[in-house]
């Protein structure tokens, strides 16, 4: 059974920081590109920072310099450090694993900045 398990999200004043985690389990994590995604109330769900299995690393225009993915192939696990947060950057963020045609989801975690 596939599981991806996010955490560390919370509410964070703006200009703070945060790291969410997001263990998996059930696959090679080695072989997955891994993204962090984000949705917002009323907003569709936009990808804000993927890492690919070679380490290829992409970014959301408006997290860019803020935000930083990295994975530990040992830990099965992905992170998203999260620095400068802004009120807008308040959003449900979910982890997502890619291999060919297969995706899976992890549940979400909420990341709320005060202003």
């Known amino acids: 059974q596939v599981q991806l398990v996010e955490s560390g999200g919370g509410l964070v004043q703006a200009g703070g920081s945060l790291r969410l985690s997001c263990a998996a389990s059930?696959?090679?994590?080695?072989?997955?590109?891994m993204g962090w995604y984000r949705q917002a109330p009323g907003k569709q769900r936009e990808l804000v920072a993927s890492?690919?299995?070679?380490?290829?690393?992409n970014y959301a225009d408006s997290v860019k310099g803020r935000f930083i993915v990295s994975r530990d192939n040992a830990k099965n696990t992905v992170y998203l450090q999260m620095n400068s947060l802004k009120p807008e950057d308040t959003a449900v963020y979910y982890c997502?694993?890619?291999?060919?045609?297969?995706?899976?989801w992890g549940q979400g975690t909420q990341v709320t900045v005060s202003s």
């Open positions: 890492i690919t299995r070679t380490y290829n690393t």
């Open positions: 059930g696959i090679t994590f080695s072989l997955y590109d």
């Open positions: 997502n694993a890619k291999f060919n045609i297969l995706t899976y």
